[in-house]
């Protein structure tokens, strides 16, 4: 079975203190960083750059995880990976061509992935799963931290699962199934079971005194579903 991974998104981090931010939770546990980069045009929020990924980068000993929520996305694609990201996915609706902007992820030795909104259907996965290497499923709307997980993702994830478990079973190579939204110490057992293996959590993780104690809870939480 594929690791869980837990992902904690900067984006409810101290900002004052970022660097020192990514450190405590890389000690404290986590497998990636997540950076959700916003762009005040398609999402109504604004956050940072790829100056800051490429100050960041000295500091992190885990996989950089970039979430792109920009239009148009193909420079700001460039502009990361050269920053230092390891993984960078972005929405289908910001793209033109979307196979293009996979490739210039992958041409950058980078793995790719595509983002899902919450009314985004996954049939355009279908003709690009020999480009992706992760799919993320957003829980809620994005553009804002903190908000609820929308119940109903739940759904999605097991379609989403199936049809990625089908073509690993073609192909032989694994898509990882990133959930990002709500996730919490009390849901991400029931967020995993419907499929998802590596999880976003912002506020849930940066809100807490002690980040170590949550993500050991939401592992011990995960390991009820591997038992």
């Avoid at 939770?25 to 980069?37: E, K, M, Q, R």
């Avoid at 956050?47 to 979430?67: E, K, N, Y």
């Avoid at 992820?105 to 983002?115: N, P, R, S, T």
């Avoid at 809100?207 to 038992?227: F, K, P, T």
Wanted: with cysteine.
């Amino acid at each position: 079975m594929t690791p869980y991974r837990i992902a904690p998104s900067i984006l409810s981090a101290d900002f004052t203190r970022l660097g020192e931010e990514v450190r405590n939770v890389i000690t404290a546990g986590a497998d990636l960083i997540h950076f959700d980069v916003m762009d005040n045009h398609y999402v109504p929020n604004l956050t940072f750059g790829a100056m800051i990924c490429a100050a960041l980068r000295p500091h992190t000993s885990v996989p950089i995880d970039v979430h792109l929520m920009v239009e148009p996305v193909d420079e700001m694609i460039k502009q990361f990976a050269q920053a230092g990201a390891d993984i960078i996915t972005f929405h289908p609706e910001a793209s033109r061509h979307v196979h293009r902007s996979l490739s210039l992820i992958k041409d950058a030795g980078k793995q790719a992935g595509l983002v899902l909104n919450p009314a985004t259907p996954i049939h355009v996965l279908e003709d690009v799963l020999p480009y992706l290497d992760m799919v993320l499923l957003m829980s809620v709307n994005p553009g804002f931290g903190g908000q609820t997980f929308i119940p109903h993702t739940l759904d999605k994830i097991r379609r989403t699962r199936a049809l990625l478990d089908e073509y690993t079973q073609q192909s032989g190579r694994h898509i990882a199934l990133e959930v990002d939204g709500g996730i919490k110490t009390d849901n991400i057992a029931e967020v995993a079971a419907a499929g998802a293996d590596t999880f976003v959590a912002g506020s849930a993780i940066f809100g807490a005194e002690d980040y170590e104690r949550v993500i050991q809870a939401m592992r011990a939480n995960l390991a009820q579903i591997s038992a």
